[in-house]
């Protein structure tokens, strides 16, 4: 069984992800890095050259490739839960975990960010603000489909590790 976790960008799922494969004994997996690996051009690239649905459907072919996989965590991009029907789908075949943050934390983590982020580049302060509280709107609901739900701000990696572990199926 695969572990993923989902949440809005910023809110640290790929960090989480590490550490959290490393305390369970699990291999990470993050799309993003799948995808850029795989296709040899980076999600900001693709962003740029293409578009976000185009992106959304390759990410969704992705994860049915981590469904034939085992023993992952796997760190899922910020827009992956509420693209056609994903949550649905890694509800069926894994453990979901949504890291839920506030949008004053996320507009704090995502204002100071150093690696670029493509729906979010050339906004103001008060864009920002807007967009974030505009997707959690919209996403809110598919992220809210998780398995398990916990706080992302002085995220306890080593007590969710027991949590996960807790929901595991023996032998993972």
Same mark, same amino acid.
Request: charged share 25%; glycine share 6%.
């Given at each position: 069984m695969n572990v993923y976790l989902t949440g809005y960008m910023g809110s640290g799922k790929t960090t989480a992800g590490r550490r959290l494969a490393a305390k369970i004994g699990y291999e990470?997996?993050?799309?993003?890095?799948?995808?850029?690996?795989?296709?040899?051009?980076?999600?900001?690239?693709f962003f740029e050259r293409y578009d976000e649905a185009?992106?959304?459907?390759?990410?969704?072919?992705?994860?049915?490739?981590?469904?034939?996989?085992?023993?992952?965590?796997?760190?899922?991009?910020?827009?992956?839960?509420?693209?056609?029907? %994903?949550?649905?789908?890694? %509800?069926?075949?894994?453990?979901?975990?949504?890291?839920?943050?506030?949008?004053e934390s996320l507009f704090v983590r995502l204002k100071n960010a150093r690696r670029p982020r493509p729906r979010i580049a050339g906004l103001s302060d008060e864009q920002l603000k807007e967009?974030?509280?505009?997707?959690?709107?919209?996403?809110?609901?598919?992220?809210?489909q998780a398995r398990l739900i916990v706080k992302g701000e002085n995220l306890d990696v080593?007590?969710?590790?027991?949590?996960?572990i807790q929901l595991l199926p023996a032998g993972g």
């Open positions: 990470h997996l993050d799309i993003d890095e799948l995808f850029e690996a795989t296709y040899r051009i980076s999600v900001v690239q185009a992106f959304r459907k390759i990410e969704a072919q992705l994860i049915t490739h981590t469904f034939a996989l085992q023993r992952r965590v796997v760190s899922l991009g910020g827009g992956a839960a509420s693209y056609a029907d %994903n949550m649905q789908r890694i %509800n069926r075949h894994g453990l979901s975990v949504y890291l839920r943050m506030a949008p967009r974030i509280a505009a997707d959690l709107r919209e996403r809110g609901s598919f992220y809210e080593d007590a969710l590790a027991e949590e996960i």
